[in-house]
Structure formats: C-alpha cells, structure tokens
C-alpha cells in the first residue's frame, strides 16, 4: 500500500508539473486575480471620498471591502504622463512622457507593464476601454496608445456618446472637446452610453476567464466618466439640481502664487448659475460611472472569484472645479494633484478603513505584485501598499512627488507629506510655494517666502532632491 501511495503522489505531481509547463512554468491556479478599474478625470472628494451630495453607491460599497487612501497622488496630472508612469512603474523623468502623443515605447522599448509582466507568468490578461492612454472623446473606439505586448484581447466600445456629440451644450467652443466645458443630459439607457458598453464587454470576460480554469486573471476597466465632455442620461442629471449644488470657495488673495501654478486658458470664469451647471453635469457623469462600476462588481460577485480577486480602483489624476480660478488639471495645486485610490484585498484587516499615508499611483504596481507573489522587476520606483492594508495606519513615512510642465520647458515639482506641498517651478527664478494642510488645507497662503518657515521649506527641498537625483537644482531665491 505504501509503495502504492508512492506512485500516486510521483504520477500527481508529474501531471501537475507538465500542466504547469504548459501556461508557462507557473503555479497559478492559485493566485489571486487582479481586476484594475480605472475612472477618468475624477475628483477625490467626491461620494466616499468626502463629498456630501454627489452619490457613488457603488465606490462606497467597495470602500467597505477594502482600504481608503485619502491622501493619493499622481506623479503627473495630466492623462498619457500619468498613466505611462503608473503602467510601467517609472517616474515621469524616467519614462520620459509629457506629452498626449509620445508612446512610452519609443522612450522606455524594453520597460515590462505591469499587465505584462501578469502576462509573463501565466495570467489570462484583458483590457476594455482606457487603460493607457487615448484621447477623449476623439480616440474612443480605437487603440490609441494601447500596448499590444500588455493583453492577450482588447475591446474598444463607442456608443452612442459619440454620435451625439453635436447636441452638447459647450462654453468653450475654441477648446477641443477634450478639453472643452461642455455637456449633455443624453436620451437612452446606460447600455447605450460607451461606459455602459465597457461594463458590457467588462462582464463578458469576466465570464470568459471561468473558461481559463486553468489560470488567474488580469482584467483592467477603464472608464471615460467623468472626463469632458459630461455625457450621461437625463435621470443621472436630475439627481442634482442645480440650486442644490455648493460652490467651491474662492481663492480670497492669490497674489503670493507664482504664474506657473496657473495653467494658461484655463482660468474661465462664468456666473455661479453657470457654474452650477457644469457641477451638475460633472457629478451626473460620476454617478452614471458609478452604476457602471456597480454592474461589474455584481459580475465579479457572480462569478464566485470575487474572494480571490484584488481590486484596485484608481483615476489617472484629480480634477479642479473652478478652486483657485483654474478647471481640470494640469496643475501642482492640492486638487489636480491628488487623486481617489481603492484597494480590496480580501482577507484584509484593514478592510472598510481609510489610510492618511501619503502615497502615489506608482505604488500600485508594485502592490499587486507583491499581493500575487510575483517577482518585481528592479526598475520599479514605487513601493508595495501591502503593509498599509494589514494596518491603514500604520509607519510610513514616504512623501509623494508631483511634476507638471509649463511651455515645453518649465517643469514643476512639488512634494506632499502628510502636512506639507512644498512646490518649486524650475523656470530660471526658482519660484517656490509651501503649503501648511494643518491650516490652510486649501491652500491659500503660500509660505514660501516667511522666513518662520523656511527651515521646513529647505527640509522638503533637500528631500525632493534627494528622491530626484537627476532634478537640476533651480538658483532659490533666499529671501
């Protein structure tokens, strides 16, 4: 019997190395699968993230399963830079985009993704919608900067947002509909909408990976909502009407902020009524997207993968709604700046909690990795989250850093603590910001030049450096 036994166990594990061989020498039946969501453009105080009216029923459910980063960062706010760097873990300086154009291919060839480096070790890896980056609206529908070496198969939905786009309402007309204020209250139902159809095509592979029994998945959803132009159906507007609708305080003196902070042609100004309308139609796309959002989750929870998927739900960057005179993004203030980051890990302590660690969108590579019991490549620069969702609260001491360009050729970069920005233009002057979130969260006044400050001020400048090794060091003024 015992000689038996034996053979048994030698055939066993024979068979389980041959299948093993089969999806690349890995044992991955029994790794957790990796669902990465993605918003566009959406800002971090909204629904779980502190905002009392817009709704997000679906974000606050999946904050309850997993951990609340309050305080997340953007290495670059603007949607290509940003998205190239978190994709293949380097910093903007180092992946070399600052552009809407550059494919990270062509400065960064041999960088490994991180869904290609699922990829490599046996995962079925699929996107649907905008993971890398692709103009909106005008690349909805396509390719655009995808990654071919990331996926096994790709869906591009457009729906009936595009066709529509000649009832939108737009303040301005002289903008690219990428960047323009503008919207519409649209007829039809959530399916029609490209959101809708990436939710669709979302569940499809969800479905499809119970087919790939023999290994795990990386799935990644991208969706367009909120990013302009705001296009969601009529009922999601009618949440919000707007006399209910709060506007942003504004700045009460900006005369002490260096003209970099302020990105040209985006410092419109309309009536509070007008204003009030283009919030509605910003939270109305934030809430259709939530649905959307919502819908795939029930998916992930049919499927019965749901207690062996983690889930990181991310945006690209913040987005300003008029503070500091300013739309959009594009900037090194607080709310371009920061950005909503979700991870559920199952089994977790931290499940349901919120961190107030200072952390970046580069650490999100490194965190599945590290969750799934892979490898890291050496090239990564960020840091693995996975203490912080055992303990949201607990030692972590790492600032985030935050670079933008102005003209081609002045580049910003500001460094975020838990209480402090401090901020310098590298535009020949060296102008510099500091802003104290302990008391002045909205940062108002510039500290730079107070000379209480300025021990605190050369502290961050030296620790910016010295995380930026290439940074050219500015001439700082030391008044």
């Known amino acids: 019997m015992l000689l038996l036994w034996l053979l048994l166990a030698c055939s ?32 971090n105080h909204i629904g779980t993230f502190g905002h009392q009216l817009v709704k997000t029923p679906n974000l606050d459910r ?3 399963r997993g951990v609340r980063f309050r305080r997340a960062y953007c290495q670059f706010p603007w949607c290509s830079p940003s998205r190239s760097s978190m994709l293949t873990g380097l910093r903007p300086d180092s992946v070399k985009i600052y552009d809407l154009q550059t494919h990270f291919r062509t400065t960064v060839p041999n960088v490994v993704t991180l869904p290609q480096l699922f990829k490599q070790h046996g995962y079925f890896t699929a996107r649907v919608g905008k993971i890398y980056h692709y103009s909106v609206p005008g690349g909805i529908g396509t390719n655009g900067l995808d990654d071919t070496l990331s ?3 790709v869906r591009n939905p457009k729906g009936r947002d595009k066709a529509e786009e000649h009832l939108l309402t737009n303040l301005t007309p002289k903008m690219g509909l990428g960047s323009a204020l ?9 399916d029609e909408q490209t959101d809708g159809m990436v939710a669709t095509e979302a569940i499809k592979l969800l479905a499809q990976t119970r087919q790939e029994a023999d290994r795990p998945f990386f799935l990644a959803v991208g969706f367009y909502r909120p990013h302009c132009p705001y296009i969601a159906p009529k009922k999601y507007f009618d949440l919000y009407p707007p006399d209910k609708i709060q506007l942003p305080p504004r700045d009460p003196d900006m005369s002490d902020v260096p003209p970099d902070a302020y990105l040209p042609g985006f410092n419109w100004s309309f009536p509070d009524s007008t204003k009030r309308k283009i919030l509605q139609a910003y939270y109305a796309s934030i809430t259709f997207m939530d649905a959307q959002l919502g819908r795939v989750l029930d998916a992930l929870e049919q499927s019965g993968e749901a207690d062996n998927t983690i889930i990181a739900f991310w945006s690209d960057h913040g987005y300003l709604l008029s503070e ?17 980051l979700l991870i559920a890990a199952p089994g977790e302590r931290g499940n349901g909690k919120v961190s107030s660690r200072t952390v970046e969108l580069l650490d999100v590579y490194p965190t599945l990795v590290d969750w799934c019991g892979l490898p890291a490549p050496g090239h990564l620069m960020g840091r693995s989250l996975r203490p912080l969702l055992r303990n949201p609260q607990a030692d972590w001491n790492y600032p985030a850093i935050t670079q933008i360009n102005r003209k081609g050729s002045t580049m910003g970069y500001s460094i975020r603590t838990e209480r402090w920005r401090y901020t310098v ?7 510099e910001e500091l802003y104290d979130h302990q008391t002045d969260p909205r940062e108002y006044t510039n500290l730079a030049g107070n000379p209480d400050h300025k021990a605190k001020k050369d502290e961050l400048r030296q620790t910016l450096y ?8 500015p001439q700082i003024s030391q008044k």
Do not use: C, Y
């Not at 299948?19 to 890995?26: L, V, W």
């Not at 519409?184 to 959530?190: I, M, R």
């Open 62 to 64: 999946l904050a309850k």
């Open 151 to 153: 996926w096994h198969t």
């Open 12 to 43: 066993t594990a024979t068979w389980g190395q041959q299948r093993g061989n089969r999806i690349s020498n890995a044992p991955v039946k029994r790794r957790p699968n990796v669902l990465l969501i993605a918003s566009d453009d959406l800002n």
């Open 324 to 340: 500091h005179d300013q739309w959009e993004k594009n900037s090194l203030f607080e709310e371009s700046a920061r950005m909503p």
């Open 425 to 431: 233009w590298l535009n020949g002057q060296g102008a």
């Open 466 to 473: 010295k995380l930026n090794p290439s940074l050219l060091k």
């Open 182 to 190: 503008a919207w519409l209250a649209a007829d039809g139902t959530d």
